[in-house]
């Protein structure tokens, strides 16, 4: 069944009530969050964040993909954050495949060749977020005096561990 209407009949309900809109646009907590695409994460509602609040940009892992640098160095120099928090979380579907393994997938379903493409799969979640917050600290475009840390979320208790 397609889920269009029924997003759309949800955002009738919210316009309806909607009363947010003189925010300004940069994040009034100067946060940008960096986390998992992961349907079952919530980084607004597990975070306390409200519309207007910080940047969430999202994408498959939480990586720190040449995209997710383009948004975090768009979020700090044109919109202010000054704090990075980068998210994984267990359970990741990142850890369950290969490069190669989706490489093959895609040649075999669409004949095409995916090999330019690092989908940047992690086979040990600390050390993915360990490497994603090391990525953002050592861009030579991010300012040191950016806070960038990193953690795991649970996806069974809801609770973020930092990794050190
Ligand atoms: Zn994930």
Redesign the pocket.
């Known amino acids: 069944m397609p889920e269009l209407p029924e997003l759309l009949a949800a955002n009738e309900r919210y316009a309806a009530s909607f009363t947010k809109g003189g925010l300004p646009m940069p994040p009034a907590r100067h946060v940008a969050v960096l986390a ?3 349907a079952r ?1 919530h980084p607004e509602k597990f975070l306390g964040l409200e519309e207007g609040d910080a940047h969430v940009i999202r994408n ?3 990586r720190a993909s040449d995209d997710a640098l383009r948004s975090l160095i768009i979020s700090y120099k044109l919109l202010g954050t000054r704090e990075f928090v980068v998210i ?2 267990t359970d ?3 850890l369950t495949f290969s490069n190669d393994q989706i490489r093959e997938m895609l040649k075999n379903d669409t004949g095409a060749d995916a090999s330019a493409i690092d989908f940047l799969p992690f086979s040990d979640l600390e050390a993915s977020v360990r490497e994603d917050v090391q990525t953002i600290r050592s861009s030579p475009l991010i300012p040191d005096d950016i806070t960038v840390t990193g953690f795991v979320f649970d996806v069974k208790t809801g609770r973020l561990s930092e990794v050190s």
Do not use: K, R, W
């Open positions: 998992c695409m992961d994460l498959a892992g939480g994984h979380h990741c579907g990142m």
